[in-house]
C-alpha cells in the first residue's frame, strides 16, 4: 500500500512540474511576450526598446549556448545573450520568450560563416537578420 501512495505522489509530482519553464539570466518581467512572426512584421513599433518575445527554439549555438533563434510563423529572430552573461543549454528545444531589444542587424560574411560554423541544423543565416540581445531567457518544452 505504501509503495503505491509514493508512486501516486511522485506521478502527482512529476505532471505538476511538466509545464515548468526553465529560466536563464536576469528575471524576466511581468507581462504578455509579443511574437517574433508580429515583431518582425512591424520591426520598427518594437525595435529599440526591452520587450518579452516568444517563438520555438529552432536553433542554438552549439559551441556555447550564447544564442538560439526563436521562429514562429515563418519569421525568425537571433536572439543573443547580452555580454555572454548566460547560455543556454545546447540541446534546448520548445517554446521560448525572451526580454531583450530587438534591432535589424547586417552581418559581415565572417559572421555569417562564424554563426554557421556554431550551427547544428545547418539552417542559412541571411545578410541581414533580426537580432534581440536579451537579459533573461524562460525555457518551456
Known amino acids: 500500500m505504501r509503495t503505491i501512495f509514493a508512486a501516486a505522489l511522485f506521478a502527482a509530482a512529476a505532471i505538476a ?7 536563464y539570466g536576469q528575471a524576466m518581467p511581468e507581462g504578455k511576450a509579443v511574437p517574433i512572426s508580429q515583431a518582425v512584421a512591424a520591426h520598427e513599433r518594437y525595435a529599440g526598446k526591452p520587450q518579452r518575445y516568444s517563438g520555438r527554439i529552432a536553433e542554438v549555438c552549439q559551441k556555447e549556448g550564447c544564442w538560439m533563434v526563436l521562429e514562429d510563423d515563418g519569421q525568425s529572430a537571433r536572439v543573443m545573450m547580452r555580454d555572454h552573461k548566460f547560455v543556454v543549454p545546447k540541446d534546448a528545444s520548445g517554446k521560448a520568450e525572451v526580454y531583450g531589444v530587438l534591432s535589424r542587424t547586417e552581418l559581415s560574411p565572417e559572421a555569417v560563416k562564424h554563426m554557421q560554423e556554431e550551427s547544428k541544423n545547418g539552417l542559412p543565416v541571411a545578410d541581414v537578420e533580426y537580432h534581440i540581445v536579451a537579459d533573461g531567457a524562460e525555457i518551456s518544452g
Open 17 to 23: 512540474h511538466a509545464g515548468d519553464a526553465n529560466h
